[in-house]
């Protein structure tokens, strides 16, 4: 069971394209400036079963996935099955934010888990004194996109390179 705040369908401020957008209640990070304080206590969720997610996910059929927050690394085994499970049964990518560092992930073992079924990180705590609204999916320039695939496979930090098209 996971504990979610909300599942937006059709998103486009999580990432690129249309997106669902499935925002997990709890975060240990309580960044100054955060733009959803809400959801720092995990108890403010509804319990959703991953099954239970997963039908919302999958009944739009162009869209992709974002995991946002509070922190979905917060309830990383339950994020991990239901990204397994959206990988198996579909082609969408997924995108995840954090407040930890992609390096510091990888020394978890519960949340480097969930990295495996993970396109794209959106690392780093937000930093109100390094906030840009200049920036693609980021509110603080000390926040990084990671192609977690490439990543992984060189065993060296990535950066995922967002070109818009003009």
């Not at 909300?6 to 209640?25: H, K, S």
């Not at 509804?46 to 309830?75: C, H, W, Y």
């Amino acid at each position: 069971m996971l504990s979610i705040l909300d599942i937006l369908e059709d998103t486009t401020v999580d990432g690129p394209g249309f997106r669902t957008a499935i925002y997990a209640a709890g975060c240990p990070n309580r960044c100054p400036g955060c733009h959803n304080p809400g959801s720092w206590d995990i108890n403010r969720g509804r319990r959703m079963s991953v099954d239970e997610i997963l039908e919302k996910v999958l009944a739009d059929n162009f869209a992709d996935v974002t995991f946002s927050g509070g922190d979905p690394m917060f309830q990383p085994e339950g994020f991990a099955q239901l990204a397994y499970a959206i990988k198996k049964q579909s082609r969408k990518n997924i995108w995840c934010y954090t407040g930890y560092t992609f390096e510091k992930l990888l020394n978890n073992p519960r949340q480097a888990k969930l990295l495996e079924y993970i396109d794209v990180l959106v690392d780093g705590k937000f930093k109100e004194e390094l906030r840009d609204e200049e920036l693609y999916f980021r509110g603080s320039r000390n926040q990084r996109l990671i192609d977690v695939q490439a990543s992984l496979k060189r065993n060296e930090t990535v950066t995922y390179n967002y070109n818009p098209k003009i």
